[in-house]
C-alpha cells in the first residue's frame, strides 16, 4: 500500500486518494489527488480510476470516474474544468462560464497548462502520470492556482507563471504550495543533453546531477527552487514517487503509453 508522511492516504467506498496535510486547517479550500484505485476503467496499465481523456478510454468511463472520486473527495462534480495539456505555459482564468469543460461539456481551448481562479465551487483538475502537479494556496486572498509541470513546463518556469498570474490578479503575495507525487529524481535518468539544458538554465546543483556518468532531474525540488525565486518559503514536496509507486499511482515510466492518468483537484468551498 501507498505509505506518506505528508499526506493523508484516505479510503472511502472503495476509492483511495490523497490529502496534504499542510491544509488540513485551511477550510476554505478542498484539494485532492486521485490514485489508480476505486475506479470503473478495465486494463493492467489503464486501470482503474483512469481521469484522462488522451488515454483511448471510454468518456463513459471516464465521466464515472470522475464521478466516483467527486462523491467520495467532496467535489462538485458538474463543475469540473480541466486543463487541455501540451506541455505549454498557457494558463486559464476559470470562472463559472467554465464550469464543466472537459468533462461534462467540450473544451473550447487546446493549449492549457495551468488553472487560476478564486471562484466557490469551481474545481480545477491538472492531470499528471509523473509530470509535477504544482497547486498555489493562497489563503489571505481565497484563490487557487494549479499547474502541470513536466520537464519543459519546469523548464518553461511555469510554477513560477501561476504565480504571477495569481499576484497580478487576486494580489496574491505569500502562499501554501504543494507540489504534488510525481517521478523522483531516482526514477527520472535523462540524457546529458537534457541534463545540459538544464544546468544551463539552472543553478540548483542539488536538483541536477550526474553521478557515475549518468544524468538526472528532481523534477518536484527543482520546482520547489523555482517557487522560493519567487520569495515563497512555505512549499511542501509530496514524498510519493508515482513511478516508485506505479502499482497504486499512474506512472508514464513506469506503466508505458497505454496507463491512466490521475487528477489533482483543487475547490474553493462555500464557507
Ligand atoms: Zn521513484
Known amino acids: 500500500m501507498i505509505i506518506s508522511n505528508n499526506m493523508h492516504i484516505i479510503e472511502k467506498e472503495g476509492v483511495i486518494y490523497l490529502k496534504f496535510k499542510a491544509l488540513d486547517n485551511i477550510d ?29 478510454d ?7 470516474n470522475y464521478e466516483i472520486f467527486s462523491k467520495a473527495a467532496g467535489f462538485t462534480v458538474e463543475n469540473i474544468v480541466t486543463t487541455k495539456q501540451t506541455h505549454g505555459t498557457n494558463i486559464m482564468v476559470a470562472s463559472l462560464k467554465d464550469a464543466g469543460k472537459g468533462v461534462y461539456k467540450e473544451r473550447d481551448y487546446d493549449s492549457i497548462d495551468a488553472i487560476v481562479t478564486s471562484e466557490k465551487n469551481l474545481p480545477i483538475a491538472v492531470h499528471s502520470a509523473d509530470c509535477i502537479p504544482v497547486t498555489i494556496v493562497d489563503v489571505k486572498n481565497k484563490a487557487v492556482g494549479s499547474a502541470h509541470c513536466g520537464w519543459r513546463g519546469t523548464f518553461d518556469n511555469l510554477a513560477s507563471l501561476t504565480y504571477k498570474k495569481m499576484k497580478e490578479l487576486f494580489g496574491t503575495e505569500d502562499a501554501i504550495c504543494l507540489i504534488g507525487p510525481g517521478i523522483c529524481r531516482a ?33 518536484p525540488l527543482i520546482n520547489k527552487h523555482i517557487l522560493e525565486k519567487e ?14 509507486n506505479k502499482e497504486h499511482l499512474y506512472s508514464h515510466r513506469g506503466l508505458g503509453p497505454k496507463r491512466g492518468i490521475m487528477a489533482t ?7
Not at 187 to 215: G, M, P, R, T, W
Not at 231 to 244: E, F, H, R, V
Not at 265 to 270: A, K, V
Open 231 to 244: 520569495g515563497l518559503k512555505n512549499i511542501i514536496i509530496s514524498d510519493l514517487c508515482t513511478c516508485c
Open 265 to 271: 483537484i483543487t475547490e474553493i468551498r462555500e464557507c
Open 187 to 219: 526514477c527520472y535518468e535523462v540524457s546529458e543533453d537534457l541534463y545540459l539544458q538544464f544546468l544551463s538554465k539552472f543553478d540548483f546543483k542539488d536538483a541536477i546531477i550526474e553521478e557515475n556518468n549518468k544524468f538526472y532531474l528532481d523534477l
Open 58 to 64: 471510454s468518456m463513459e468511463n471516464i465521466v464515472k
Open 28 to 56: 476554505f479550500v478542498n484539494m485532492a489527488v486521485s490514485t489508480r484505485l476505486g475506479g470503473v476503467t478495465k486494463g493492467k496499465e489503464l486501470g482503474t480510476l483512469n481521469l484522462g481523456t488522451s488515454t483511448g
